[in-house]
């Protein structure tokens, strides 16, 4: 199984080996403790109200001087979502567009079902998630600054194959948000329990600076 350890600088493999779709991404903290809590609450027990306070505590990472013309939630395929009853990603989007005010763009659809991301390695989540992500609209995409928004980043590969669709409809920038991130992974892919405090947003992601691709 292929892993993605940070380095003591919150550098990880996928940002050190030029890889990345995206060109920034941001989280507001670890996947752990209280916020995993509230996160599971949010996603799994449907409590919806949560998505409002959790939304405003992402809108902390994202920094200041930053512009973008559209907000867009990771989509989740329609099946999923029926099941589900909600996309918490587009929850969690809503109120940061309307913070920025911003349009919520639904351009982004998850043509592809695929398997449950959770519990998949690197490779096989990359696998899984191979043509699963088509553009409706690529004139409201071409030349925007999007803000990609999703729930919690893990290994970055569902950020990456949704970023890397929307670079081909010709988008300028996408940068990410998530509220969580996966903070540090052992050679085996699982947890190493080294945590971070989550008041600090993460660094900006690109080939070339800081990475907080988990």
Request: charged share 25%; proline share 5%.
């Amino acid at each position: 199984m292929e892993s993605y350890p940070l380095d003591g600088h919150d550098i990880c493999g996928t940002c050190r080996k030029g890889k990345p779709n995206f060109d920034a991404t941001y989280s507001y903290g670890s996947y752990d403790g209280p916020l995993r809590q509230l996160i599971r609450l949010f996603k799994y027990s449907r409590i919806e109200s949560l998505s409002k306070p959790l939304s405003r505590l992402m809108v902390r990472a994202i920094p200041r001087h930053l512009s973008f013309d559209l907000v867009m939630p990771m989509p989740m395929h329609w099946y999923r979502q029926w099941r589900r009853g909600f996309n918490q990603a587009e929850l969690l989007a809503r109120p940061v567009a309307r913070q920025y005010g911003m349009p919520l763009s639904r351009h982004l659809r998850r043509v592809r079902l695929g398997k449950v991301q959770a519990g998949l390695g690197a490779e096989a989540r990359r696998e899984n998630l191979k043509r699963a992500f088509r553009v409706k609209r690529t004139d409201e995409i071409s030349g925007k600054k999007i803000l990609l928004i999703d729930d919690v980043l893990t290994t970055g590969s569902t950020l990456r194959a949704a970023a890397a669709a929307l670079k081909a409809a010709g988008a300028a920038e996408v940068v990410t948000l998530t509220l969580a991130r996966v903070a540090r992974q052992d050679t085996a892919g699982r947890l190493s329990g080294q945590r971070f405090e989550p008041d600090l947003a993460m660094s900006q992601v690109s080939s070339e600076g800081p990475c907080t691709e988990g």
